[in-house]
C-alpha cells in the first residue's frame, strides 16, 4: 500500500474543489483578513490546474448570465478581483463594451476565472482527487476533520482541518442503459467533448454518424459544434421531449436568482419549497438558449431547402438499449409518440444528459452517523448533533433548501460572505489556537 503523506499542520478551513464557488469564497475570506484575522486556508481540486468545465469550452458557448454577476460585484463592485477589472488588466475594456453584451463567451469567463485562480496559487493544491472526510476524534466529540485526497503520481495525503466546505460541482449522469458502455470510447458524457472529440476520425475528415442524447443546453452547443466543425460528421439528435424548448430568462422570472430569493425559499416549510424549486426549472434544466434552438431551426430549415437532410431530430424518442457491435454503438430507440421501436448504429454517442448532485454525500460519508438527512442550515452549514464541533459547510448541493441559484453563478459573492461570515463565527466560538495542539495528537493517534 502506497504511504500517506501526513500534514503537521491543522488548517481553519480546508476547501474540497477549487471552482467557481471556492473561488469567490477566496476572496470574501481575503476581505475579512484585515478585520477580523487570517485563516489558514487550502483549497484542493482534482484538475491539474484551473479550468472551469474546460471540455465543454467550444468557440460558440457563451455565459447564462450576466458578467454582472461574476466573483465579486453583487457584494463589492470595488474589488480589484471584478470581470471588469479584468478586462481592464487585459486590455480588452473598450473592445467588451463595444460588443454590446452582457454574455461573454465561456472561454473568456474560464480565462476570467483562471486570472482570479492564479492571484490565489498560494492557498491552491491542483491534481489532489479528495478519497474522504473523517472525523477526528477526541472523547467522543469531532474536534476536526481529517481530509484524504489522492494526487496524479497515486501517494495520499492527509491534511487535517477544523472545517471543510464542499464545493465539488456535479457529477456527470450517465442513463442506466449506457452503465456497461462507460469505458467504451465511443460512449461519453458532454463533460468530456473537447477531449473526446480530439480523438475521433472526423478530426481528419473521415465520416462519421454521432449520436447526441439529450434536448438541452449541452446537446443544443454538441449540435451546434458537430454541424459547424466537422462536416463529415451526421448527426443525430436524440430527445424524450417533442421539442427544444427555450430557457425563460425574463426578468421578473430572473428575479429567482437574486440573493433575496435564497432567503424566501429557505424561509419556506418542505412542500412549498418544494413547489418554489419546481414552478421555475423551466430556467435552468432541460432548457435551451432562444437564439440556440432559432440557430438550430435554420440549419433543420436550410436542408428542407437543399433536400439534403444530413442531420437528423428524433423527438419523443428514448434509448431502450445500447451495446456495443462491430457495426458500432448499437442503439434500440421507442418512439413514444407511435409505440415503434427502431435499431441504429452510431460511430460515437455523447451524452447531454446533466449531472448528478451525490458527491458530498460520497465525500461526507465516514460522518454520517453526526448528521441527518444533510439538513443545511441557512448559512450553508450542514446541521450536526452536538458531537460534531468540525464545522461543515457545502456549496452546490442545497438548491432543495436555497433555492434554484444554489447550483449556478448567480449568488456566489453572497454566498461565500455568508459562509465567510460564519466561520469566522464557529472559529471564534471555538477559542481557535487552545486545542491545536490537542488536535495534532488526536491526529497522530
Ligand atoms: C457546461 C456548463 C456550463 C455552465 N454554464 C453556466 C452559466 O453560464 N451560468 C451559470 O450560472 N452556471 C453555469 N453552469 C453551472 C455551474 O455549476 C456553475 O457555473 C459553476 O461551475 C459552479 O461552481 P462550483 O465551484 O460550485 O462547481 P464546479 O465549477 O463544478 O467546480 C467544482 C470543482 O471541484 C473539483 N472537484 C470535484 N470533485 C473533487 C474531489 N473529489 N476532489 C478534489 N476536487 C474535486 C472539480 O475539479 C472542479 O474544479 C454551467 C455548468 C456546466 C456544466
Redesign the pocket.
Known amino acids: 500500500m502506497t504511504q500517506a503523506i501526513a500534514s503537521p499542520a491543522v488548517h481553519d478551513l480546508i476547501g ?7 473561488l469567490a469564497l477566496a476572496i470574501a475570506l481575503q476581505e475579512r483578513e484585515k478585520a477580523q484575522g487570517k485563516l489558514d486556508v487550502l483549497f ?4 491539474a490546474d484551473y479550468r ?2 474546460g471540455n ?1 469550452l467550444v468557440t460558440q458557448s457563451e ?3 450576466s458578467f454582472l454577476k461574476d466573483l465579486v460585484t453583487l457584494r463589492n463592485p470595488t474589488s480589484p478581483y471584478s470581470f471588469v477589472n479584468y478586462l481592464k488588466a487585459h486590455d480588452r475594456l473598450v473592445d467588451f463594451i463595444n460588443l454590446g453584451t452582457f454574455y461573454p463567451c ?1 472561454m473568456e469567463y474560464n480565462d476570467y476565472l483562471r486570472w482570479v485562480a492564479g492571484q490565489f496559487q498560494a492557498q491552491a493544491r491542483y491534481g ?3 478519497l474522504a472526510i473523517e472525523p477526528v476524534l477526541q472523547q467522543q466529540h469531532v474536534e476536526a476533520l481529517r481530509v484524504i ?1 489522492r494526487d496524479a503520481s497515486g501517494e495520499q495525503h492527509v491534511r487535517t482541518t477544523r472545517s471543510v466546505v464542499v ?4 457529477t456527470p449522469r450517465v442513463p442506466p442503459a449506457f452503465e456497461a458502455l462507460k469505458d467504451d470510447g465511443r460512449v461519453f458524457h458532454h ?1 468530456q467533448y473537447l477531449a473526446r472529440m480530439a480523438q475521433q476520425p472526423c478530426v481528419e475528415g473521415k465520416a462519421m454518424r454521432i449520436a447526441i442524447i439529450g434536448g438541452g443546453q ?1 446537446a443544443a452547443e454538441a449540435f451546434i459544434d458537430l454541424n459547424d466543425s466537422f462536416p463529415s460528421v451526421q448527426v443525430d439528435m436524440i430527445l424524450r421531449g417533442s421539442a427544444l424548448k427555450p430557457a425563460d430568462d425574463s426578468p421578473f422570472v430572473n428575479e429567482v436568482f437574486s440573493p433575496a430569493f435564497t432567503d424566501l425559499v429557505f424561509q419556506q416549510v418542505g412542500a412549498e419549497r418544494e413547489r418554489l424549486v419546481a414552478e421555475y426549472q423551466n430556467t435552468n434544466y432541460s432548457v435551451v438558449d432562444l437564439d440556440l434552438i432559432e440557430r438550430i431551426y435554420g440549419i433543420f430549415y436550410r436542408q428542407k431547402v437543399s433536400g439534403i437532410a444530413r442531420q437528423a431530430f428524433r423527438t419523443l424518442t428514448v434509448v431502450e438499449k445500447a451495446t456495443a457491435s462491430a457495426l458500432g454503438i448499437e442503439l434500440v430507440l421507442r418512439n413514444n409518440a407511435n409505440g415503434q421501436t427502431s435499431v441504429s448504429h452510431y460511430d460515437a454517442v455523447i451524452l447531454a444528459t446533466g ?1 448528478e448532485r451525490q ?1 458530498h454525500r460520497e ?1 461526507l460519508s465516514p460522518l454520517q452517523a453526526y448528521m441527518g438527512d444533510f439538513e443545511v442550515a441557512r448559512d450553508y452549514r450542514i446541521v450536526t448533533d452536538e458531537r460534531c464541533k468540525a464545522g461543515i459547510y457545502i ?2 448541493f442545497s438548491q432543495a433548501s436555497h433555492g434554484l441559484s444554489d ?4 449568488v456566489l459573492p453572497i454566498r461565500a460572505d455568508e459562509i465567510a461570515a460564519s466561520l469566522y463565527v464557529h472559529d471564534r466560538h471555538r477559542g481557535k489556537g487552545r486545542s491545536v495542539q490537542d488536535l495534532l495528537l488526536a491526529t497522530a493517534s
Open positions: 474540497i474543489g477549487f471552482g467557481p464557488s471556492n484542493l481540486d482534482k484538475q472551469w468545465h465543454t455565459l447564462q448570465i465561456r489532489e482527487d479528495v485526497s464545493s465539488a460541482g456535479g463533460s449541452s449531472y458527491m465525500l456549496q452546490g447550483t449556478l453563478l448567480s
